[in-house]
């Protein structure tokens, strides 16, 4: 059985979807992991100090994402390419703001008629961040085109019951009643740290929030199924295909 998961930067696969890798791995499942961009726009926690440069930025944090994804049994990770478009102003080109659609939904078509994924998950995007949204239409579309169709389409949520006790922004994260699948994945919590970790150029979200907070989080996957279609109906307890 195979998975890819698509992200639009290093730590995403983990300060996001970590868990999900990590339950895939545990499984036997053999994962992808598709990075859009290598995250030059991201923070510098204590690496100025050491007299890194922001234009080494990219290099720390594709090895950060590679080391990341190991721990977390993540055998194969495709970068593709763009830049990071940061989080406002007029996108850079060469970013994945400014890139064709159809180029970014061409990039994630290839891959998934080379690994034939029998689930494909992506971030649903609704912290507002504009690379993950590229992301996200890039991959539904992409799956629209190709001739392989996964048993299982998933978007990974940030349920708004949650993001909104850290943000205190309204219309952040996803609608909990629009959440269809619900995992324990408490097991997975001290790897996941471990992992997060490795992303030593960031600040994981979740050191800012309260630690009965962070752990809603951090012990429960929440997604949004939606090849095949969810019709309603008892939650789902697992993404994967029985």
Not at 116 to 138: E, F, Q
Request: glycine share 10%; aromatic share 4%.
């Amino acid at each position: 059985m195979k998975l890819l998961v698509t992200v639009a930067h290093p730590d995403d696969e983990t300060f996001g979807c970590g868990s999900v890798l990590a339950h895939a791995s545990a499984h036997g499942i053999d994962v992808t992991v598709a990075c859009a961009t290598r995250g030059e726009l991201g923070e510098m926690a204590g690496l100025a100090a050491g007299g890194v440069s922001p234009g080494d930025l990219g290099a720390i944090r594709e090895a950060e994402l590679r080391t990341a994804a190991a721990m977390l049994g993540v055998r194969r990770v495709e970068l593709l390419g763009w830049r990071d478009s940061g989080t406002n102003g007029p996108p850079a080109a060469g970013s994945l703001v400014a890139a064709d659609g159809s180029e970014v939904e061409t990039a994630i078509a290839r891959l998934i008629e080379e690994i034939h994924p029998d689930v494909v998950v992506t971030l649903d995007a609704s912290d507002g961040h504009r690379d993950h949204a590229v992301v996200r239409d890039a991959t539904l579309d992409a799956l629209r085109r190709t001739t392989w169709r996964p048993q299982r389409t998933y978007l990974f949520c940030l349920p708004r019951s949650l993001l909104s006790q850290f943000a205190g922004v309204p219309g952040l994260g996803t609608p909990d009643d629009e959440i269809t699948t619900v995992v324990d994945v408490s097991d997975h919590l001290d790897l996941r740290w471990k992992a997060m970790r490795a992303h030593a150029s960031q600040v994981p979200p979740y050191d800012a929030m309260p630690d009965e907070l962070a752990r809603a989080f951090l012990t429960t996957d929440r997604l949004r199924r939606v090849d095949p279609p969810w019709f309603g109906g008892e939650i789902e307890r697992d993404w994967l295909p029985g």
